[in-house]
């Protein structure tokens, strides 16, 4: 598996990624101090969805090594951050958060792909950065805070 990442797109998903888990450690420093994070490597394999074209076979996979964030608090099962892949239509990557209880999912929103949104219109979201997407009103993405973490952390683990 390859741990020097030459891709640049794949290097800036796992800055990303590695931004994500300092952030998820702040909160987790309020929410629960008790909390024991730990990181895990994990091989990822994906393809490039800019490269697939209709009349060519699918391009080789990409390989590389990322790291997944576990959350072990006192009384309470664990729970995940894990990177899935840096090529997500609409977004560029996707961290699911999985847990006993449920899993959900956050995207990367880039500067260059947000929409500006038209007259009457709800704005699928107004900043860059790490997003969730709501089953109740599924294409909105809602930034990923400490609040949102907090009680997707509850809706996974109990």
Same mark, same amino acid.
């Given at each position: 598996?390859?741990?020097?990442?030459?891709?640049?797109? *794949?290097?800036?998903?796992?800055?990303?990624?590695?931004?994500?888990?300092? &952030?998820?450690?702040?909160?987790?420093?309020?929410?629960?101090?008790?909390?024991?994070? @730990?990181? &895990?490597?994990?091989? *990822?394999?994906?393809?490039?969805?800019?490269?697939?074209?209709?009349?060519?076979?699918?391009?080789?996979?990409?390989?590389?090594?990322?790291?997944?964030? @576990?959350?072990?608090?006192?009384?309470?099962?664990?729970? &995940?951050? *894990?990177?899935?892949?840096?090529?997500?239509? #609409? @977004?560029?990557?996707?961290?699911?958060?999985?847990?006993?209880?449920?899993?959900?999912?956050?995207?990367?929103?880039?500067?260059? &792909?947000?929409?500006?949104?038209?007259?009457?219109?709800?704005?699928?979201?107004?900043?860059?950065?790490?997003?969730?997407?709501?089953?109740?009103?599924? #294409?909105?993405?809602?930034?990923?805070?400490?609040?949102?973490?907090?009680?997707?952390?509850?809706?996974?683990?109990?």
């Amino acid at each position: 598996m390859e741990t020097i990442v030459r891709d640049p797109r *794949i290097r800036t998903y796992l800055e990303r990624v590695d931004r994500l888990y300092g &952030q998820v450690t702040e909160w987790m420093r309020a929410i629960d101090p008790k909390a024991k994070l @730990t990181r &895990q490597p994990i091989d *990822i394999e994906e393809i490039d969805i800019d490269e697939i074209r209709e009349d060519l076979p699918l391009p080789e996979p990409i390989r590389y090594r990322a790291e997944s964030l @576990t959350i072990g608090r006192p009384g309470v099962r664990n729970v &995940q951050l *894990i990177p899935s892949g840096r090529w997500v239509l #609409g @977004t560029e990557g996707r961290v699911d958060f999985e847990g006993p209880f449920g899993s959900e999912k956050f995207f990367y929103i880039p500067e260059e &792909q947000l929409e500006v949104a038209g007259p009457g219109d709800v704005p699928r979201h107004e900043s860059s950065g790490w997003c969730w997407i709501g089953s109740r009103d599924y #294409g909105k993405f809602h930034e990923l805070d400490r609040d949102l973490f907090r009680r997707l952390l509850e809706r996974v683990s109990r």
